[in-house]
């Protein structure tokens, strides 16, 4: 199948959506899929702020980058690009995908709606963001703001033919403010060949100095994670 997956988020950010992309590009590409991605524009900055040298990652022979001009925005990895929805239609009409996947609600989510809808093929949409969190980043009106950019995330995957996100939580919060859509809860893949359980768990807690409970975090220390929350839960 010829897929072209569309996101705000990518490579050389660091986050948690990046990597849900990458690895599920090279899988398909490795299971004899092509695809097609289409992200906003890195600066140098962008590269150095994550210690990476400049160039695209390497995904495999049947993955191919596609950048789209864009504009920095703030956020807390200080590598946010938001992607202006056009300059991908020739691209992406070459390519000829047999499904549009848009993975972001933004500007490379509008030019996923009119890929899809030029091209005539299915539109399937992932929702990664527990995006009423970001609200937290707003200077003003936090709860306003995460209504309205909660809604507009329903309003957006409405259009989409199925829709997944990455827990019920967050397929929960979408109905609550307005989400119809055929859905599902599809887990963020995980790169077993460097995750994978290894031999005995009690023996692997003595060797760390752990105890009995133990709670793994592995992600970003961004406000919206409320790590502090699990500190205190922990004590």
């Not at 695209?56 to 993955?63: F, I, K, N, Q, Y």
């Not at 329903?154 to 929960?172: D, I, V």
């Not at 599902?184 to 995980?190: F, H, K, L």
């Amino acid at each position: 199948m010829r897929i072209a997956m569309f996101t705000d988020n990518f490579y050389p950010e660091l986050g948690g959506i990046q990597d849900s992309i990458m690895a599920s590009a090279q899988a398909l590409g490795a299971a004899g899929d092509e695809v097609l991605i289409v992200a906003p524009s890195a600066s140098a900055r962008d590269y150095a702020r994550g210690g990476l040298a400049a160039g695209e990652p390497a995904l495999g022979p049947r993955v191919a980058v596609r950048r789209l001009a864009a504009m920095a925005v703030a956020s807390s990895t200080g590598q946010s690009r938001l992607a202006l929805p056009w300059g991908a239609a020739a691209t992406v009409a070459r390519f000829r995908p047999q499904l549009v996947h848009t993975h972001t609600f933004l500007g490379a989510g509008l030019a996923a709606l009119a890929a899809a809808r030029r091209l005539g093929v299915p539109l399937l949409g992932t929702n990664h963001w527990a995006v009423a969190g970001f609200s937290l980043y707003a200077p003003v009106a936090r709860q306003a703001a995460g209504r309205w950019a909660s809604r507009a995330v329903a309003a957006y995957y409405n259009r989409c033919a199925w829709s997944s996100a990455p827990s019920q939580h967050t397929l929960e919060a979408m109905r609550a403010h307005g989400f119809r859509g055929a859905a599902g809860v599809v887990s963020n893949p995980i790169a077993t060949g460097c995750f994978h359980p290894d031999g005995d768990r009690a023996a692997r807690k003595r060797e760390f100095g752990l105890g009995a409970a133990v709670i793994v975090h592995a992600g970003r220390l961004g406000r919206e994670k409320q790590i502090d929350v699990l500190i205190r839960a922990v004590a």
